[in-house]
């Protein structure tokens, strides 16, 4: 039987560790698809996951990354055939199904999301879970009424990964963005991608008023916590803030006042249980209307299975940048 490598998470009596394995397709979770790997990507949850940081697993051992693009080999669904170029994200892989740091994958077909023709295994795994996350969180912000003549959208954790990517992809839908962000040295980074102006974290006001200065007709929020609670303050009268991330915190510790007297709605972004439809559709605007223009600048690596605890470090600490792509087996 074929052998391939795979990075697999292991927990012994509460400690965990993980590490490049080699493993045959009998080692992985059942599933109907069988995939070539070509890339993977390293997101925020796959760090906390692989270090322990987080209790994010639901079994072990486990391949971690929830993240796959590649090639079918083998299907026994009707839907796939061998040749068909899909991609994975979320629904559990690298959760609770072996991942997407393996040369090889194996997911049930109901996972399996077909390559949009103007997307390369590549780019779609550039975007990944932070690209598609933050279209999913546009979509719903423009579904609850957001439009570009409405004034600023804020977007927090500005250089990570959902952030970059919400940056992006509202300024090419003609929003004025404001990125807000802890680090000082990347102002021309966030430019670059289309941030018309900059907010320092360590620079924010601390009152506490149930409601202060209105400024945002709508925000991206990465980081949780009390950065949270000043958005409900600050977004304007039927503004939204898509709540996707708790980098800086799990509490909201806020009033009712912004919901009842200003209107102002939190809409929760979760993209790995995404219904499939919704799903499609999302990665079909990626390929479209909601494409990505700055990923170059987006994508700050593109590493191989060994590299991938030096990035989990980088991401643990906020100190990574953009994206990293995990490159399996693919060139195109
Ligand atoms: N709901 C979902 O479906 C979903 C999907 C993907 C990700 N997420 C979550 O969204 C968040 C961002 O994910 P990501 O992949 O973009 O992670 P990332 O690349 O590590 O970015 C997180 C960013 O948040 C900021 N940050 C880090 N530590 C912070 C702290 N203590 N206080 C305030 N800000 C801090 C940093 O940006 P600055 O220095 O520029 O501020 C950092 O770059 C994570 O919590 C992740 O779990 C949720």
């Not at 996350?133 to 004034?151: F, M, S, V, Y």
Request: with cysteine; proline share 5%; aromatic share 6%.
């Amino acid at each position: 039987m074929e052998r391939f490598r795979a990075y697999r998470i292991h927990e012994t009596d509460g400690v965990v560790t993980a590490g490049l394995e080699e493993l045959g397709l009998d080692d992985l979770a059942p599933g109907e698809v069988v995939i070539r790997a070509c890339y993977s990507s390293i997101n925020y949850k796959d760090a906390l996951a692989a270090t322990g940081k987080g209790k994010i697993l639901r079994r072990f051992p486990l391949v971690g990354g929830i993240d796959v693009a590649g090639v079918v080999t083998d299907s026994e669904d009707s839907r796939f055939r061998a040749g068909d170029r899909v991609l994975v994200t979320g629904c559990g892989l690298g959760e609770s199904h072996d991942g997407g740091f393996s040369e090889v994958v194996r997911v049930p077909a109901d996972w399996v999301v077909p390559l949009p023709a103007e997307l390369s295994l590549y780019t779609a795994m550039a975007i990944g879970t932070a690209g598609f996350t933050a279209a999913l969180a546009i979509d719903r912000l423009e579904q609850n009424g957001l439009q570009p003549d409405q004034g600023p959208v804020i977007v927090s954790g500005a250089t990570g990964g959902v952030g970059s990517m919400a940056i992006d992809l509202l300024d090419s839908r003609g929003y004025e963005v404001v990125a807000l962000t802890g680090k000082t040295a990347e102002a021309l980074y966030l430019k670059g991608l289309g941030a018309g102006s900059l907010l320092l974290r360590a620079d924010l006001p601390a009152g506490k008023r149930p409601l202060e200065q209105a400024q945002w007709a709508g925000a991206v929020d990465n980081v949780g916590g009390e950065l949270l609670a000043w958005l409900t303050r600050t977004v304007k009268p039927w503004g939204s803030i898509a709540s996707i991330g708790m980098a800086g915190g799990s509490e909201l510790d806020t009033t009712v006042m912004p919901f009842i007297l200003r209107g102002v709605s939190i809409l929760g972004i979760t993209s790995a249980n995404c219904p499939m439809p919704r799903r499609r559709r999302i990665w079909q605007r990626l390929a479209g209307d909601l494409g990505p223009r700055h990923l170059d600048a987006i994508v700050s690596g593109v590493v191989g299975l060994d590299d991938l605890p030096a990035v989990f470090g980088q991401l643990l600490s906020g100190q990574h940048r953009g994206r990293t792509v995990v490159q399996l087996a693919g060139t195109d």
